[in-house]
Nanobody, 124 residues
Framework: QVQLVESGGGLVQAGGSLRLSCTAS????????MGWFRQAPGKEREFVAA????????SASPSVKGRFTISRDNAKNTVYLQMNSLEPEDTAVYYC?????????????????WGQGTQVTVSS
């Protein structure tokens, strides 16, 4: 069992930055691929970024590539999402998720555990 707790969301102006954190409980954090997803009102949950257990490989959605960076600190059981050059279209609830099998990381259904989400609002 893995419990995930996100933090760092808030209200920011367009062009600003935020860093989201997701801290996991349990001793097996280093065996999981970790991902960030987001869901805007009336829209489906969409993939944002993912990182492999060692942190050696990452992937990101084209809509955030070059602006968002995913990283992890396995000593702290924490994964981060650094978000720069934020746009109003980035407004959503952001969720972190853990995938034990490191399957198709862009698919929400591949993930085994989810956090409760943190709201990010970008004003124009």
């Amino acid at each position: 069992q893995v419990q995930l707790v996100e933090s760092g969301g808030g209200l920011v102006q367009a062009g600003g930055s935020l860093r989201l954190s997701c801290t996991a409980s349990g001793r097996t954090f280093t065996t999981y691929c970790m991902g960030w997803f987001r869901q805007a009102p009336g829209k489906e949950r969409e993939f944002v970024a993912a990182i492999r257990p060692s942190g050696s490989s990452t992937s990101a959605s084209p809509s955030v590539k070059g602006r968002f960076t995913i990283s992890r600190d396995n000593a702290k059981n924490t994964v981060y999402l650094q978000m720069n050059s934020l746009e109003p279209e980035d407004t959503a609830v952001y969720y972190c998720a853990a995938d034990y099998s490191c399957g198709i990381v862009v698919l929400a259904g591949a993930y085994d555990y989810w956090g409760q989400g943190t709201q990010v609002t970008v004003s124009s």
